[in-house]
Nanobody
Framework: VQLQASGGGLVQTGGSLRLSCAAS????????MGWSRQAPGKEREFVAT????????YYADSVKGRFTISKDAAKTTVYLQMNSLKPDDTAVYYC??????????????????WGQGTLVTVSS
């Protein structure tokens, strides 16, 4: 599976961005797709996951209530709507998907496929 991320950019504090992650094929129903991010000098951290079976969503506490993960009807693209952005949200955002189900939908280490990152910069 190839993943293509887009939508990053520069935005002011309080602004919004929408990231897109297009997959080269439809995922199996047991799969999940999501986003992680890595800020300069920090480790990669989980942001959000969309589980295809049941359409369940999972968020990191730091983004809950501000970010929304969703999918398109064709099930080949996952979006991350980011509102009320803060400087702490500045990072390279990576989309990812799994081969199968995750034992923990908040564990980014369980993703199998990764797209290239897209940079999000939030100015203060």
């Amino acid at each position: 599976v190839q993943l293509q991320a887009s939508g990053g950019g520069l935005v002011q504090t309080g602004g919004s961005l929408r990231l897109s992650c297009a997959a080269s094929r439809r995922p199996f129903s047991s799969n999940a797709m999501g986003w992680s991010r890595q800020a300069p000098g920090k480790e990669r951290e989980f942001v959000a996951t969309f589980a295809w079976r049941g359409g369940y969503t999972y968020y990191a506490d730091s983004v809950k209530g501000r970010f929304t993960i969703s999918k398109d009807a064709a099930k080949t693209t996952v979006y991350l709507q980011m509102n009320s952005l803060k400087p702490d949200d500045t990072a390279v955002y990576y989309c990812a998907s799994t081969k199968g189900p995750m034992s923990s939908y908040r564990d980014a280490n369980q993703y199998n496929y990764w797209g290239q990152g897209t940079l999000v910069t939030v100015s203060s």
